[in-house]
């Protein structure tokens, strides 16, 4: 795959399509950025800002940056499309992949979640359709911020199926990190682990490191991994290790004392005090979040599996309801989310 004559097209123009796309542009590649609203508004009047927590801070000019909200101008020429939509929007971007998109082209999820590339290729058959995890957090400017501006606030990789000839040398450019992986299953599941913090992000209304150094916090999520691994074995999956630790061990170090966590878990912690989640981004500006991909990926395995799930049901419960009251993130406090003795 030549990746100069190459066209990408970015199916979600929003914090990880623009993040992602933003870098490749800036690199030479070819981007067409397909997204809509305010979004397309802002970059083609102002153009994209791409910074990061390594200080790079970089600007793609309106001229330069292709952004439409039409799917017939974005995705006819893609080699190809990476999907960057959140998981409730997967079914949409697939029939306008099949309407709009060529036969021949890649497609890459880069959504979290355990469901969304099998989602897109049982809508796309015939097609090649890759996994992917990106494993850094971005955050996106507020709406009246111009130009649009996505900060990567987070180290990580972005992870891919092996088995393109071509695309990681068209992707692996400066601002990513590449890693073409053969256990992409296992990995969404290790990805899932982590991504039962979204949620805990969203509640608390906290950035990810301050919410990461509370211990009370981090008991939560403990408690919510252990129910997970319980679940994943009785299922015989083995999640990827990609916190750096062991799953097995993740609870463990996460009920650590604040001082021994900081200590073990620096890689974990090497955040800007920018990042939260992409749940809480979601709460923030009213939408719908991912919940049912992630702790109810959790909470329907268990069901056939038969272990209990109190805690992660527990947050869902409470996400659900702060989705339905539309008042941002409810900046809850540990005890009111646990169900412990200073909830009332
Ligand atoms: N944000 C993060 O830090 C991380 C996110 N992820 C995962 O990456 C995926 C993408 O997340 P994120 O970037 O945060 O999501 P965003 O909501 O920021 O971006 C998705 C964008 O796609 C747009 N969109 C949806 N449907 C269409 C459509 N039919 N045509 C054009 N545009 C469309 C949305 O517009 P609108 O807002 O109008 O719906 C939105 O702007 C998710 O699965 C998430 O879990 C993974 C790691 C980190
Ligand atoms: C922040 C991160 C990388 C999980 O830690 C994420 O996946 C998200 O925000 O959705």
Not at 264 to 286: F, T
Request: hydrophobic share 45%.
């Amino acid at each position: 795959m030549a990746s100069e004559t190459r066209t990408i097209a970015i199916a979600g123009a929003g914090s990880i399509g623009c993040y992602i796309g933003g870098c490749l542009a800036l690199a030479g590649r070819k981007v067409v950025f397909l997204g809509r609203g305010r979004v397309v508004e802002a970059m083609r009047e102002s153009g994209l800002r791409v910074s990061d927590l390594d200080g790079r801070d970089r600007r793609l000019a309106a001229h330069a940056t292709a952004a439409t909200d039409d799917p017939a101008i974005a995705l006819p020429d893609a080699d190809v499309i990476l999907v960057t939509v959140k998981s409730g929007a997967t079914g949409e971007m697939a029939r306008l992949a099949a309407d709009h998109g060529r036969p021949d082209a890649v497609v890459v999820s880069l959504q979290n979640g355990v469901n969304n590339a099998d989602r897109l290729r049982a809508a796309l058959p015939g097609r090649r359709v890759l996994t992917g995890m990106v494993m850094f957090n971005v955050v996106q400017s507020p709406d009246s911020e111009l130009p649009f501006h996505v900060h990567r606030a987070s180290q990580g990789e972005v992870m891919i199926d092996t088995g393109v000839d071509g695309l990681v040398d068209l992707l692996d450019v400066d601002g990513l990190a590449l890693d073409a992986r053969a256990d992409m299953k296992e990995v969404q599941w290790g990805k899932l682990l982590r991504n039962l913090n979204n949620a805990l992000v969203a509640l608390s209304d906290l950035p990810l490191a301050r919410q990461l150094a509370d211990r009370n916090w981090r008991a939560i999520l403990a408690a919510e991994i252990d129910e997970a691994l319980a679940v994943m074995r009785a299922a015989g999956i083995t999640p990827a290790r990609i916190t750096g630790l062991p799953p097995a061990l993740l609870p463990k170090v996460l009920r650590l004392p604040d001082w021994l966590f900081g200590l073990l878990a620096r890689r974990m912690l090497a955040i800007d005090p920018q990042a939260r989640s992409s749940m809480w981004d979601d709460l923030k500006r009213g939408r719908p979040t991912e919940i049912d991909e992630l702790q109810g990926a959790v909470i329907r395995l268990a069901k056939h599996a038969g272990t209990p799930t109190p805690v992660n049901e527990r947050v869902m419960a409470l996400v659900r309801q702060a989705e339905a009251e539309k008042r941002g993130p409810p900046g809850l406090r540990p005890e009111a989310v646990s169900g412990g003795p200073r909830s009332a």
